[in-house]
């Protein structure tokens, strides 16, 4: 079975500051991650996701995530952030290796941007 | 269109009431999804779609749940004899490859379903 932690409820972060959304996963397989994100009464936003190649990987609106295999983690990060950046951000997992397995989504993060 | 539509977008029932909840996805786009997401949680796989076939029914909390997507394009998710605790927002998401373990989903802004 394949699960999904985010640690942390709620990340608050000071505008321009780098921010970090952390992610870890346990899947029988190889892990293909993804990470998401919601703003009020929106569907899920896809952001980027990891299937292989280089551990770090580049998405939309300046954000990247690191994967880390021995620590099975995901996080989302970025350099500087902005005050739209807000939301709720979910990370996914998904069994590469089986076919049948779909998303597992985590709980869910909160960010806030403080101005 | 340009993404995936879902209607209604609220939907009050009264408790024992059916509701149906519709989905359009994106054109072209082979694989269909339904998810609950309960408040405060993430979203959770209820079926898949792979054309007009549903492959997936697994996460269909009982047999009040009932979906279908007969051409292979839109689709609709029944709910019959609502309870309370089917109160939550209903996510669809398209996806353009058959399953596509690697592809990305797009999802719709969801229904949310408040019964009473």
């Known amino acids: 079975a394949q699960s999904v932690a985010q640690p942390e409820d709620q990340v608050n972060v000071a505008e321009g500051n780098p921010l970090t959304v952390k992610c870890t996963y346990s899947?029988?397989?190889?892990?293909?991650l993804f990470w998401y994100v919601q703003y009020p009464n929106r569907g899920l936003q896809f952001l980027l996701k990891?299937?292989?190649?280089?551990?770090l990987v580049k998405g939309s609106y300046g954000f990247e995530a690191e994967f880390n295999k021995s620590q099975t983690s995901f996080h989302l990060k970025k350099p500087s952030a902005l005050v739209s950046d807000s939301a709720l951000y979910f990370c996914?997992?998904?069994?590469?290796?089986?076919?049948?397995?779909?998303?597992?989504f985590g709980p869910g993060t909160r960010l806030s941007v403080l101005p | 269109g340009a993404g995936v539509s879902q209607s209604p977008r609220y939907k009050v029932a009264k408790r024992g009431q059916d509701v149906a909840l519709r989905c359009d996805p994106i054109?072209?786009?082979?694989?269909l999804f339904w998810y609950q997401q309960a408040l405060g949680q993430g979203p959770e796989f209820l079926t898949y779609?792979?054309?007009?076939?549903?492959?997936?029914k697994s996460g269909l909390p009982s047999d009040r749940f009932f979906a279908e997507r007969p051409e292979g394009s839109v689709s609709t998710l029944k709910i019959q004899r609502t309870q309370q605790e089917d109160s939550a927002v209903y996510l669809c998401?398209?996806?353009?490859?058959?399953?596509?373990?690697?592809?990305?989903?797009?999802f719709g802004p969801g229904t949310r379903l408040t019964v009473l």
């Open positions: 779609f792979q054309n007009e076939a549903q492959l997936d």
């Open positions: 899947v029988s397989g190889n892990p293909y």
């Open positions: 054109s072209g786009h082979v694989s």
């Open positions: 998401a398209s996806s353009l490859r058959r399953s596509g373990r690697a592809n990305e989903q797009f």
């Open positions: 990891y299937i292989t190649g280089d551990n």
């Open positions: 996914a997992v998904r069994d590469g290796d089986n076919y049948g397995q779909n998303f597992v």
